[in-house]
């Protein structure tokens, strides 16, 4: 560890400061200044204005890219464009240590994000708007936005830290009332599939805050991006994304009362943002399924926004795996021996989120986990 007297802190502090922005410089080859190199000896005392120069050079050269019109320099730094058709969009992650959880892997909160910005940069990249979720023109016009409806997700590896995911997502029209987003998620080392999710949105109206439906003009903004033919995420038939979600009624075996929303939960569309609802689901998970077993499936229905004021209650109780008695009854002598091991290995359970204060349903969901891998 560094360790910095109190005579020559100052000193040593801008001795620093000057080594940290000498590093590598970007890569940006548009300009042709040089920085000066200073050294960072401790008999030497260095000036402030190479730091500044070397500053303002990399400001001059996203200035020259935009301005070359090769696009924002977002544009040019982040490892995603649309494919070759036009009709869908991918681009690469890499997991960041603040990224991982207990298991030493990405959690799904984490995975959720990449899906939510993945899908922001295919509609930034198509020229919709930034200052809300993909808003087109005309929903600019008559100040409408997205909102989520229903998320899945599922997941079949969960990427670590500093491994690179590549995540391919697209849209397409869902009936009259809404569009829905689809995306594959693939470890860019191996190319093999690690996840897929599929979500249903709904626009909104900004200021009344109540559901509208989506209109012909806004249609044919966005319908000239998607797949010409129906292309799913889940093409398999019954698939689990299909499955309705039944209200989870009292008593319940597990919750978690009086969560309320931070000041970072809330998204620029000013209400709580879908993935922080997830987080709110996994409170009321029993802390030995979180010891033993990893998420593998998650299902969110979203029944009413939530605000920065509300305060909310996480319910949870398990549901029965298909084929089997209860849960309860599992632990004990009833059902096969083959259905006593499957129970051990994967649970489910049902999910209620709803306000503390009069019981309005908020959320519901439906969550399956898989013992942990070895290690």
Known sequence: MLKLSSSNVADQIQALAQCRFLGTPLPLSISRRSPTVVSCSPSTRPSLAPVQAVLSGQQQAGTELVDSGLGSLADRLRLGSLTEDGLSYKEKFIVRCYEVGINKTATVETIANLLQEVGCNHAQSVGFSTDGFATTPTMRKLHLIWVTARMHIEI???????????????????GRIGTRRDWILKDYATGQVIGRATSKWVMMN????RLQKVSDDVREEYLVFCPRELR??????????????AKLDDPVQYSRLGLMPRRADLDMNQHVNNVTYIGWVLESIPQEIIDTHELQTITLDYRRECQQDDVVDSLTSPEPLEGTETVSELHGTNGSAAARERNQDCHQFLHLLRLSSDGQEINRGRTEWRKKPGK
């Open 232 to 245: 799913l995420a889940f093409p398999e038939e019954n698939n689990k994304s299909l499955k309705k979600i």
């Open 156 to 174: 079949y590896k969960y990427p670590a830290w500093s491994d690179v995911v590549e995540i391919e997502t697209w849209c397409q029209s869902e």
């Open 206 to 209: 900004q200021d009344t805050r």
